[in-house]
């Protein structure tokens, strides 16, 4: 990561952040968004398929990754 691209910055202290860029990494409403088993990418729900693994439920994206 290059220093221009860091945003925020720590107190003296270093407790709590002076400032802190807002938002989130993840598209969407709470739960409206899942990631994906095999690239993590985090995609809505429609465009995942379930599979299973080791008997248990995994999703992965459905046009592929």
Do not use: I, W
Request: net charge positive; with cysteine.
């Amino acid at each position: 990561m290059k220093d221009a691209d860091v945003k925020t910055t720590l107190r003296p202290g270093g407790l709590r952040y002076a400032s802190k860029v807002g938002g989130t990494d993840f598209p969407g409403a709470f739960g409206a968004t899942m990631s994906c088993f095999l690239c993590s990418k985090h995609v809505s729900r429609s465009s995942l398929v379930s599979f299973l693994v080791a008997g248990r439920r995994q999703y992965r994206c459905r046009n592929g990754c």
